[in-house]
């Protein structure tokens, strides 16, 4: 896996190691090849494991990777609207999983899409890497990469050259001077909770901040820590507006997920579902619920207005599913992902196996969203603002909407053209699609 990869998983990670299910440790032979541990693992728990062929029928040791096996057996999943529903079963070193789910990177920090063909800018920095520390802003624009002109017809070297380990990149920054910088790959920790800021909107005070991933150290403490800092500043300067970007939020945690869900859900949620785990029949057992609960810094707020797209995925649809049944939840943006499953992170032979095993589902029994939530109105990725920015093109509806009840578009455009969605999704780092949960407690 390169170091452009930037993992965003949508996985119910029940807690990982000697806490490991005993049904499971007692039937499932994990030895002594990594390809038929995983497809143990896989007939055990996989939400579909009925359709699952035999061992003997399936045959692991034919396939030439623990990674492939997975890819095959999500072919088992139900095919609908042609697709087949699991998209995400797969396998991970344990050493790149640990790095991950601290918030650990080494890479430049610095991501990038299109505006126009000729117009490439940066999409998001993390502010400890070598692009962050040399004051690189989302909304500058790139002329070269090691001397390649920055355009959509060069994107192919333009993505050998994003790819190196150091960049000498020409920037034109907003008021039209020019910067030269060279970034280097390096170790630093990614930011999660991204520029908070509190806007007066009809004499309201309205809260916003860019949330980058559930994930986090200590299980996603260090996540619930950060979140109940900016909750309880939110609640010191009497926020009763949210607007929550979680535009490039791919996942993480479930019990992230639940953490900030209670701090965002009315008086009248709390201890209500958040959500039900679902298993397949020989893990119903395992089903549990996960409620709303009283938190000192929750905002208790009747609604929140969130930026999504296609990148928003797995947990994060899980909160906006939970969501939901509780209050008036607007949608800004694209349609999200679609991700309404998660896993459990089963640990062999170093590495990790997530075979899809949980199906989210929230208060009014809803979790088919396998094609995404659909927005209350559309509106593209204004990569020429940073984020938090209130004449940034999301937020600026967001705000608008608040101003008036009304959601109307602004002058940025509504959609960006195929040609431009192709170019980014060249471009853009790739994120791993994860909910990731505990073990559950009736295990």
Request: contains cysteine; aromatic residues 10%.
């Amino acid at each position: 896996m390169t170091s452009k990869i930037k993992l965003i998983i949508i996985v119910v990670l029940y807690v990982l190691g000697a806490s490991a299910c005993k049904k499971t440790e007692e039937v499932v032979a994990t030895g002594p090849d990594l390809r038929d541990s995983v497809y143990a693992y896989s007939q055990e728990i996989y939400l579909w494991s009925n359709n699952l062929p035999a061992t003997s029928i399936f045959k692991p040791l034919t396939y030439p990777s623990a990674d492939s096996i997975m890819k095959k057996v999500r072919t088992y999943s139900p095919f609908v609207n042609g697709r087949y529903q699991d998209r995400w079963s797969f396998t991970i070193e344990k050493s790149v999983w640990d790095n991950l789910v601290s918030g650990n990177s080494t890479d430049t920090g610095a991501e990038y899409g299109f505006v126009s063909s000729t117009d490439l800018r940066v999409r998001l920095v993390y502010s400890q890497s070598s692009a962050g520390k040399q004051g690189v802003k989302r909304g500058w624009k790139v002329v070269k990469v090691n001397g390649v002109d920055a355009t959509n017809a060069n994107i192919n070297q333009l993505n050998t050259e994003l790819n190196k380990a150091s960049q000498t990149i020409i920037f034109q920054k907003p008021d039209g001077t020019q910067q030269t910088l060279t970034l280097t790959s390096g170790a630093y920790k990614s930011d999660y909770v991204m520029n908070p800021k509190v806007f007066s909107v009809n004499g309201n005070n309205v809260g916003y901040f860019a949330f980058d991933s559930f994930l986090g150290a200590s299980n996603g403490q260090s996540t619930r820590d950060e979140l109940n800092r900016v909750f309880a500043d939110f609640k010191a300067k009497n926020v009763t507006e949210l607007v929550l970007d979680l535009r490039y939020n791919g996942g993480g945690y479930g019990s992230v997920s639940s953490y900030l869900g209670s701090l965002i859900a009315p008086a009248s949620a709390m201890g209500k579902v958040f959500v039900n785990s679902v298993h397949n029949s020989k893990y119903s057992k395992w089903n549990t619920a996960d409620n709303f609960v009283n938190l000192t810094n929750g905002l208790k707020l009747s609604r929140v207005t969130m930026i999504v797209s296609k990148n928003t995925a797995s947990a994060s649809e899980e909160l906006i599913n939970a969501l939901k049944p509780v209050m008036n939840v607007k949608l800004i943006g694209s349609t999200t992902h679609g991700k309404p499953v998660g896993y459990y992170g089963f640990p062999t032979m170093g590495n990790y196996v997530f075979p899809v095993a949980v199906k989210n589902v929230n208060s009014v029994g809803f979790s088919d969203f396998f094609e995404g939530f659909t927005v209350d109105k559309v509106q593209a990725d204004d990569l020429t603002k940073d984020l938090g920015d209130p004449e940034e093109g999301c937020l600026k509806v967001a705000l608008n909407y608040l101003r008036t009840g009304v959601l109307q578009s602004v002058p940025s455009a509504e959609r960006i053209s195929a040609e431009l969605q192709s170019a980014n999704d060249k471009i853009a780092k790739d994120r791993l699609k994860i909910t990731v949960m505990d073990f559950p407690k009736n295990r």
